[in-house]
Each structure stands twice: as structure tokens, then as C-alpha cells.
């Protein structure tokens, strides 16, 4: 193997290997290559060609499809704010089921969430530094398509199961549907409510694209 | 950041104030209102109808049936034991505990009103015999029907139950009518 090609291996050591990163690979090391004939042809002998050539690329963040240049502390802090907005609104949501029996579990542990990212974020708040860093902004969007599927199935095994478990024998026999009075239908639509409070989890998760934009260094800085 | 961190402060209080409302207010003022009905229920004259009438069943045999109607029913709480007799379609109360302890008045009330309430109930009933450490009674269908009317059924709705029923017990001349015409048979 080449000096060259081991050193561009060293600069993919760090990526996910793709047909697009493959493709990004075989390109630089032709470039480097190239480069290399080049200046050797100008006179330079094959060591000093082989340093300049690889001085010319020493990282290869900026050229990855998606990949932003961001100010990381802000980055971060600002996520940690976003994810605690969501949970203190997941949180007050989850309020009245406390006065349900089995569901104050719920807001006990979305109580206890906040509590946590909230001294997260407070301690995260005082150390901001200036460090900037490359941030995937397209490995940012799939998470977020992919956390839609995965809650949405979520949701929807919960609405099935719930459906099953209270009108499933009207469904099978076709028999109207009766709801005993307001208590009865309150504690069914509780139970169609709870699991619909996590859906602050994808709409969190997808604030996180527009703090990375936000965060991106500008070349005016 | 900084509108985003007096959102988080506004939500917070918001949180706070809601939280301790139902935490501190709301769900002590439940526990209350279900400990009242729960003790409720153990008063012949304050029990809660629409709490029993899915036991209504046509048989005394659904032993599970009648075992749950009179767990829902006063003097439950002292805990009792039942055996049914389906060739006399009678049933044997056992409770256990002397009727003295409980005291005689509240025992012939809660009594009468089980009787009542398991002979509208379940059609085929005849007799139920109450035992106690010290004591045991007899109640027929027909000594309570002479005293609350042929048509028992028709007592199963909440002002005719109140007012044919609950009221009648809290009379203390009809309870004393009652025990001499031995509607309620001391043994």
C-alpha cells in the first residue's frame, strides 16, 4: 500500500465507510496522486513531493455532503435548553393524570427528567466556550425521520392495544359501542392521552436541525 | 437562547402552580370524597345502589355472583363466609363476628337492607339464614315481600330504592314492626 493511500485512509478513519465515501476517497487520493506527479515533474524530489501533497489536505470534514461548522458548546447547550422546554411541557400535560390511579408514575419520572436536564443545562450554561467542530446536518435529519417511524408505531401499537382491550369484543361480534357515562369516558380517553404526551420526544429531536443551523459559524465571524 | 430561557422560567411557574394545585388539592379532595363513599357503603340507609345492580342474575347457583353482590353489601367488612343450599334455593350467611359487637340496631337494619336488596336481585332466591358467633337469623322471600311489596324488581331504581327502602329503615317504628312480625327471624 502507498504512503499516500494509507494516509488517506487515515483521514477517513473517523467516516462511516459508504459508496459516497468510497467515491469521496478514490477522488482525493487521485487528486493527491496527481498533485504528487506534479510537483515531482517540476523538479521536487518524491519525499518532499509526498509532504506537500499531503499538507494540501490534512482534514476532509469540509468536504463531506452535509457536514456544518459549528460552534459545539452552543450547539450543545442549546439542545440541552430545547430538550428541557419540551420535558416541562411534557411534564405540565402530564399533570392531570396524576389524579388517575396508575398514571402519576408518568409525571414522576417527567419530574424527575426535567430536574435533571435542567442542573444538565445550568452547569452546561457557565462553561460555553468558543470550540467549533463539524456536525452531520443530514445523519441529523435521518434521526429525526427515523424517530418519527419509530413513535409512530409506538403510537400506534398503543391506540391498537387500548382499542382492543376496550371495545375489541363490540368490534368482533359488531356490537354497538357503550360508554357508561363521563367518568368511563374520561378514563378511556386518559388512556389514548398518556402515551400521546411522548410525542415531545420527535418534535425535540427534530428542533435539533435548526439549532445546528443556528449554531453553524458564519463566515463573518 | 435568552426568549427561550423566559419561556422555560413562565412554563416552570406554570408547572409549579399546577402541579401543587392537583398534588396538594385536588387529589387529597378524591381521597376525601372516595373515603366518604367508601364509609357510605357501609350504611344500609347511604349505600349506593348503582354500585350492585350488575349482580342481578336470574340464578342463586352463580355462587361467584352472589359471593360479590354481598362483598358490596354493609356488614361485608366484617368479612363473611357463604354456603349455598341450590334444593332449597337457600343461602347461609356466616359472619364472623359476634352481632353484639357490631350492636343489635345496626345489625337488624344492615339485615333487613341485604335481604332486600339480594331478593330484588336474584330471582330465584328463597331464603337466607345469617349467622353470627352469637346470634342467627332467618329471612324469607315471602316475609319480605309482605313488607316491601310483591314486586321487588320494581324497588331496583334510585328514588323508588331511597324512598320504599333507605327511608323505611331509618324509621325506627318500622324496624321495631319489622322484628315483631318476625320479618326478620332471631333464632
Known amino acids: ?221 | 437562547m435568552k426568549t427561550k430561557n423566559r419561556i422555560i422560567i413562565a412554563l416552570l411557574i406554570i408547572g409549579t402552580i399546577s402541579f401543587s394545585l392537583v398534588q396538594f388539592v385536588v387529589v387529597p379532595h378524591n381521597i376525601a370524597k372516595e373515603k366518604a363513599y367508601q364509609t357510605a357503603q357501609l350504611d344500609p340507609t347511604t349505600h349506593d345502589l348503582s354500585r350492585i345492580l350488575r349482580y342481578s342474575n336470574r340464578y342463586m347457583g352463580n355462587s361467584s355472583n352472589l359471593i360479590n353482590l354481598f362483598y358490596n353489601l354493609p356488614l361485608a367488612e366484617y368479612g363473611a363466609r357463604f354456603q349455598l343450599f341450590p334444593k332449597t334455593l337457600a343461602l347461609e350467611v356466616n359472619y364472623q363476628t359476634d352481632a353484639k359487637s357490631i350492636g343489635e340496631e345496626k345489625v337488624h337494619k344492615a339485615l333487613l337492607y341485604n335481604a332486600v336488596t339480594a331478593f330484588s336481585l336474584i330471582k330465584n332466591l328463597e331464603k337466607i339464614t345469617y349467622t353470627f358467633g352469637d346470634s342467627s337469623y332467618d329471612v324469607t322471600r315471602a316475609n319480605i315481600e309482605s313488607v316491601f311489596g310483591k314486586n321487588l324488581p320494581s324497588l331496583l331504581e334510585k328514588d323508588a330504592w331511597k324512598t320504599n327502602v333507605q327511608d323505611k329503615l331509618k324509621n325506627r317504628n318500622f324496624m321495631r314492626n319489622c322484628m315483631e312480625k318476625t320479618v326478620l327471624e332471631k333464632k
Not at chain 1, 477522488?27 to 513531493?49: R, Y
Not at chain 1, 399533570?95 to 444538565?120: E, H, K, Y
Open chain 1, 1 to 221: 500500500m502507498s504512503e499516500l493511500k494509507k494516509y488517506v485512509d487515515s483521514l477517513f478513519a473517523h467516516v462511516k465507510t459508504d459508496r459516497k465515501m468510497l467515491d469521496l476517497k478514490d477522488e482525493i487520493l487521485s487528486n493527491l496522486e496527481a498533485k504528487m506527479q506534479d510537483l515531482i515533474k517540476q523538479g521536487m524530489d518524491e519525499e518532499t513531493a509526498l509532504q506537500k501533497a499531503k499538507a494540501s489536505i490534512t482534514s476532509i470534514d469540509s468536504m463531506i455532503d452535509g457536514n456544518r461548522l459549528v460552534y459545539v458548546d452552543r450547539f450543545k447547550t442549546e439542545c440541552l435548553q430545547s430538550v428541557l422546554l419540551y420535558l416541562i411541557i411534557a411534564w405540565i400535560l402530564a399533570t392531570p393524570l396524576i389524579i388517575v390511579r396508575g398514571f402519576s408514575l408518568l409525571n414522576a419520572l417527567l419530574l424527575l427528567g426535567v430536574i435533571g436536564v435542567g442542573i444538565a443545562y445550568f452547569i452546561k450554561k457557565l462553561h460555553i466556550s468558543e470550540t467549533v467542530g463539524f456536525c452531520n446536518i443530514e445523519s441529523f435529519q435521518k434521526s429525526k425521520r427515523l424517530i418519527w417511524i419509530v413513535w409512530s408505531i409506538f403510537y400506534g401499537m398503543c391506540a391498537l392495544l387500548i382499542t382492543a382491550l376496550y371495545f375489541g369484543s363490540n368490534i368482533w361480534f359488531r356490537r354497538m359501542i357503550h360508554i357508561d357515562g363521563p367518568y368511563q369516558f374520561f378514563i378511556i380517553a386518559v388512556r389514548y392521552y398518556a402515551p400521546l404526551i411522548t410525542i415531545f420526544i420527535p418534535i425535540c429531536v427534530g428542533s435539533f436541525t435548526k439549532i445546528l443551523r443556528n449554531s453553524e459559524v458564519r463566515d463573518d465571524r
